[in-house]
């Protein structure tokens, strides 16, 4: 059974996970419409991951006795400047996120809730794999500068990794 303190985390962590999802949707759409179709497909990739990060959580709360609340969303923002402005916000966003389930974790060590501690070890190895997709991408976006052709190349690169989520997506919707 959930603490009253750990039930409202997970749930602040509910939101957060599906407000994460309508940013990156709003990007993605805002990719699509500038012709950006490799950025688009990642990005709609990783709101649909962001949205099974919010499931899992609900599922766990309602498991656990609790009750996983669907959130009200505030709108994302809808124009960005730049692809390098939207990654940057995209790194800025998941740091923000890993400050958050670290928070998350310590609850659970103060209420000495090892099952949602355990539970949570999932979002703690995923944290760092999204911060470094992204660290990655800003990087690459970096080198690119103004280049035109490079944003060109760019683009296909990220239709490929798109796919390849989409793979592991697949998998990870049916196994968790
Ligand atoms: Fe849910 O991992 Fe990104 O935000």
């Given amino acids: 059974m959930l603490s009253s303190k750990v039930s409202k985390a ?88 890993t400050s958050e389930i670290n928070n998350l974790v310590e609850i659970t060590l103060k209420e000495k809730d090892y099952t949602t501690h355990n539970f949570l070890q999932w979002y703690v190895s995923e944290q760092i794999e999204e911060e ?9 976006l970096k080198l690119i500068g103004d280049d035109k052709g490079g944003l060109y190349f760019f683009d296909r690169d990220l239709e490929g990794i798109a796919s390849a989520q989409d793979g592991k997506g697949g998998a990870d919707k049916g196994g968790k």
């Fill in 10 to 97: 997970l749930n602040t962590q509910i939101e957060l996970e599906a407000s994460s999802s309508q940013y990156y949707l709003s990007m993605a759409s805002w990719a699509e419409t500038e012709g950006l179709n490799g950025v688009a497909g990642f990005l709609y990739t990783h709101a649909d991951e962001e949205r099974m990060h919010m499931l899992k959580l609900i599922k766990f709360v309602n498991e656990r006795g609790g009750h996983g609340i669907v959130p009200a969303l505030k709108q994302p923002p809808h124009k960005f400047k730049s692809v390098k402005a939207i990654f940057e916000e995209v790194l800025k966003h998941e740091i923000k996120v």
């Fill in 132 to 140: 470094a997709l992204a660290r990655q991408i800003v990087d690459k």
